[in-house]
Nanobody
Framework: VQLQASGGGLVQAGGSLRLSCAAP???????????MGWYRQAPGKQRELVAT???????NYADSVKGRFTISRDSAKKRVYLQMNSLKAEDTAVYYC???????WGQGTLVTVSS
């Protein structure tokens, strides 16, 4: 497994969670050169982009999460994070981390937001 996602759970609407994605098998120089991203898939829906962060730390967010979610990366730890604030019921999904251009995927972590 190239990517390992964690941090999901059950939270009330308005609450916060921080997801983490580790890349233990990726050498640091490669990790520093790739774009990392978070995607999510809600029940019955297609997987969608949540946020990406480039090797230069430029970020991109889906309109639905702008101002609420923040993606960041830690090169020393080879991790990427997704801080999720002001969570809504519609944020409920399995969240996956991804690296490009290799197109590696983590196993997914479930986020459930109760209203």
């Amino acid at each position: 497994v190239q990517l390992q996602a964690s941090g999901g759970g059950l939270v009330q609407a308005g609450g916060s969670l921080r997801l983490s994605c580790a890349a233990p098998r990726m050498i640091t120089s490669v990790f520093n050169s790739v774009t990392m991203g978070w995607y999510r898939q809600a029940p019955g829906k297609q997987r969608e982009l949540v946020a990406t962060i480039s090797s230069g730390s430029s970020t991109n967010y889906a309109d639905s999460v702008k101002g609420r979610f923040t993606i960041s990366r830690d090169s020393a730890k080879k991790r990427v994070y997704l801080q999720m604030n002001s969570l809504k019921a519609e944020d409920t999904a399995v969240y996956y981390c991804n690296s490009q251009p290799q197109n590696f995927w983590g196993q997914g972590t479930l986020v459930t937001v109760s209203s």
